[in-house]
């Protein structure tokens, strides 16, 4: 799988639980360290945690993809699923604010999102 294939699904998961401000920001050849960010948003450290682990369980049961590393899932203002080529931050926004990601990477290309959900588009179409 391609890293801008697996951050249109993780970003697809992401919609598929309301999460709102979904962005994927492209850093390949910015950055060292991933080619894509995808950023998003939860209203709550309830639903933060649901868009995570909705990425985290369909990139695994759908794709046979685990992330690298994971972090700040118990608190729930801030959650990052490293894929290695994907960096997924779930966000409270305030928290989100407060990183400013986007203005840290405002050079980085924007990737426009699907339109469908990944159980509506059965995947394939990325």
Not at 12 to 41: C, H, Q, W
Not at 58 to 67: A, I, N, Q, Y
């Amino acid at each position: 799988m391609h890293s801008k294939e697996r951050a249109l699904l993780c970003a697809a998961y992401a919609l598929e639980k309301k999460a709102f401000n979904v962005r994927i920001l492209e850093v390949k050849g910015l950055s060292s360290l991933t080619d894509y960010l995808m950023i998003a948003s939860g209203r709550s450290d309830r639903q933060v945690q649901a868009i995570a682990e909705e990425i985290r369980l369909s990139m695994k049961k759908e794709h046979d993809t685990r992330p690298m590393a994971e972090e700040g899932m118990k608190e729930g203002r801030w959650v990052l699923l490293d894929y290695g080529d994907v960096m997924v931050h779930v966000f409270q926004e305030p928290v989100r604010e407060f990183y400013d990601l986007e203005g840290l990477w405002s050079e980085a290309a924007d990737i426009p999102l699907p339109e469908e959900t990944p159980s509506e588009s059965k995947v394939g179409a990325y």
